[in-house]
């Protein structure tokens, strides 16, 4: 088992940056296949980003692709989001995902772990 925890989210201007990050407990990270998502009031939850567990196959929704970054420390059982060129409609809540399926995951049934999320606020 696995306990997810965000940080790093905030209120940041058009065209600004923000990195959030994702510490998970226990000793087997490295077993995990990462991903973050997003999820608006009323919305269903929207994949944003994945990495496999060694950090070497990154996955991206279209929407976000060429502005964010996904990664992973392994060593600090923490995975990234860098997030650059933010735009108003990257405004919500952020959470991060842990799976132990093999097959890097988009969909959010298939992530067994949550963290609690983060709000990220981008003003136009």
């Known amino acids: 088992q696995v306990q997810l925890v965000e940080s790093g989210g905030g209120l940041v201007q058009t065209g600004g940056s923000l990195r959030l990050s994702c510490a998970a407990s226990?000793?087997?990270?490295?077993?995990?296949?990462m991903a973050w998502f997003r999820q608006a009031p009323g919305k269903e939850r929207e994949f944003v980003s994945a990495?496999?567990?060694?950090?070497?196959?990154?996955y991206y929704a279209d929407s976000v692709k060429g502005r964010f970054t996904i990664s992973r420390d392994n060593a600090k059982n923490t995975v990234y989001l860098q997030m650059n060129s933010l735009k108003p409609e990257d405004t919500t809540v952020y959470y991060c995902?842990?799976?132990?399926?093999?097959?890097?995951?988009?969909?959010?049934?298939?992530?067994?772990?949550w963290g609690q999320g983060t709000q990220v606020t981008v003003s136009s």
């Open positions: 990495i496999s567990r060694s950090g070497g196959s990154t």
């Open positions: 995902a842990a799976t132990q399926s093999v097959v890097v995951a988009t969909r959010p049934y298939e992530y067994n772990y």
């Open positions: 226990g000793r087997t990270f490295s077993t995990y296949a």
